[in-house]
């Protein structure tokens, strides 16, 4: 059994209460989103991968990511 502040880790997902990224990654991957939004060029695959990587994990954090990358047309 697990104390509430730690961390239950397999393959990368946090799977405490609910299966998650861990926030470290959450972070990451939004920040470099909107990096890449602010920016001109198109995302790459890896990078509309990762965006949609984190809205099938956890649907409330990805999917104001989805739907601004989405409104910009840079994401299928």
Do not use: C
């Amino acid at each position: 059994m697990y104390r509430e502040q730690n961390r239950q880790q397999l393959t990368g997902l946090v799977l405490n209460q609910k299966i998650n990224l861990p926030r470290e990654k959450r972070k990451e991957i939004i920040g470099s989103t909107k990096a890449a939004l602010r920016g001109k060029g198109e995302l790459s695959g890896s990078e509309q991968g990762r965006i949609l990587w984190l809205g099938s994990v956890n649907a409330d954090a990805g999917s104001d990511v989805v739907k601004a990358v989405r409104q910009q047309r840079k994401l299928p």
